[in-house]
């Protein structure tokens, strides 16, 4: 099946740091979702984008829908340990299942 | 709160058993799924179900059944296990598009990390 074009594939950064991951696409969708998946826990929703351009906050995290809708960025700012995990994005076009990255996995160093 | 639960978190299943995984969700969403999760392939789907009775074959079908005979639950059944089924299996949910506003928001169960030995 399809799946989107994650970078980067993992991230080690100092603590108090901003961060930055992206999401391509061949195709267009019309829902962009992020998810983040702690170790062995199931992934939790940050942010849904619903619209192309869109520009959505959750706390420390900012995330975007592309104008061409084939990309989305989301970025964490002032990274704290709490934010290790694996970051997913999900693309969706009408009720069709969701079309996944394969992660960036984050390591914050204190 | 969505609530996606799983029966098992951890499960461990000899070569050739039939192994039954549950989901149950508490918010009526018409949509549920199945994935695997294996280290360096990410999600991969199995079998998603847009209603009761009703399923379909996701990327990944081959030596997988499931059942939804109730909307709350939908249920994974690997008919005779095998070792290459060691993985970790997710559960998710969401509503039909269109129903209410956050229409494409998918939340998922814990998981179950099932070893098949």
């Known amino acids: 099946g399809q799946q989107l074009n994650q970078s980067p594939q993992s991230m080690f950064i100092q603590e108090g740091e901003d961060v930055s991951m992206n999401c391509t696409s061949s195709?267009?969708?019309?829902?962009w979702l992020w998810y983040k998946q702690d170790p062995g826990e199931g992934p939790v929703l940050l942010i849904a984008?619903?619209?192309?351009?869109e520009l959505t906050s959750n706390g420390r995290l900012t995330a975007q829908f592309g104008i061409t809708r084939k990309d989305s960025f989301l970025n964490i700012s002032a990274s704290i340990p709490s934010d290790v995990g694996i970051y997913f994005c999900?693309?969706?076009?009408?009720?069709?299942?969701?079309?996944f990255g394969k992660g960036t996995r984050l390591s914050v160093i204190a | 709160d969505v609530k996606v639960t799983q029966s098992s978190r951890y499960l461990v299943k000899r070569t050739g058993e039939k192994v039954f995984l549950e989901c149950v969700q508490d918010m009526d969403h018409e949509n549920m799924f199945w994935y695997r999760q294996d280290p360096g392939l990410g999600l991969r789907l199995i079998y998603f179900s847009y209603d009761v009775k009703m399923k379909e074959k996701g990327d990944i079908p081959e030596g997988y059944s499931v059942s939804r005979e109730k909307k709350e639950r939908f249920s994974l059944i690997l008919e005779s296990a095998s070792t290459n089924q060691t993985s970790m299996y997710l559960c998710?949910?969401?509503?039909?598009?269109?129903?209410?506003?956050?229409?494409?928001?998918?939340?998922f169960g814990p998981g179950t990390r099932l070893t098949v030995l």
């Open positions: 999900a693309g969706q076009l009408g009720n069709t299942p969701l079309v």
């Open positions: 984008l619903y619209k192309a351009g």
């Open positions: 195709s267009i969708f019309n829902t």
């Open positions: 998710a949910s969401r509503p039909q598009a269109g129903r209410v506003k956050l229409y494409n928001e998918q939340f």
